[in-house]
């Protein structure tokens, strides 16, 4: 038995549609993959964290399904400013500059105004050495397997590892390193490794934060 089949027969309902999804990738032509993987990550995303409609608490998942906690919305946004991309778009600049699927949310802003984390962790990486398309960029590592990334620092905090930080803590500056087409910052969520869009932990927007987007 193949591993995918025995991944197809051996798990919860979420994850099948995701691996008949990948399945799918050998047969799609290049835009077809890449629509494909977007609502792949979507549903990888909501099977690992959603909302809880009567608590209003996010709720945590293993990859079994089995639920490992709850954490609270974040009305911290990590900067204030514009959002210019939202998580998973594919637009066509991006495929020019040979991009992939975006990671991240995309919030615009001035070099050298502080970022701040969305939610208490440990400092997991540092770099401060504009060699890749993230640029200068700092990781952290939170409760329930949850990582975040911030990418095209002007600079990054010089923390040891293990350092902790909470929501208000300056982590870095916003800059235009790295494959970025003007000062932003990007922000990325991870759980288990697996790419979640960030709006799922936070409430509001960043230009007015702790109000609905709704509004």
């Not at 494909?36 to 209003?56: D, K, Q, W, Y």
């Not at 990671?103 to 060699?131: K, M, Q, R």
């Amino acid at each position: 038995m193949s591993v995918m089949s025995w991944i197809y027969q051996n798990s919860k309902t979420e994850i099948k549609l995701v691996v008949a999804t990948l399945a799918t990738l050998f047969i799609l032509p290049a835009f077809g993959v890449m629509v494909v993987a977007v609502s792949g990550a979507a549903v990888v995303g909501e099977a690992l964290a959603n909302i809880n409609s009567v608590t209003h608490l996010i709720e945590l998942f293993d990859t079994n399904g089995n639920k490992t906690g709850e954490v609270e919305l974040s009305t911290t946004w990590p900067v204030q400013g514009r959002v210019t991309d939202e998580f998973g778009t594919s637009e066509r600049w991006r495929r020019l500059l040979g991009l992939g699927v975006h990671s991240g949310i995309d919030i615009s802003g001035s070099v050298d105004t502080p970022i701040t984390t969305f939610l208490e962790g440990e400092v997991s990486a540092v770099d401060n050495i504009d060699d890749s398309s993230c640029g200068k960029n700092i990781r952290l590592k939170h409760a329930h397997n949850i990582t975040s990334f911030y990418c095209h620092l002007n600079h990054a905090v010089e923390f040891e590892v293990g350092t902790v930080v909470k929501p208000g803590d300056i982590i870095g500056y916003l800059g235009n390193t790295g494959t970025s087409t003007g000062p932003h910052l990007h922000f990325g969520t991870r759980i288990y490794g697996i790419l979640v869009n960030p709006r799922t932990f936070m409430l509001g927007e960043p230009l007015n934060p702790g109000t609905s987007p709704t509004t």
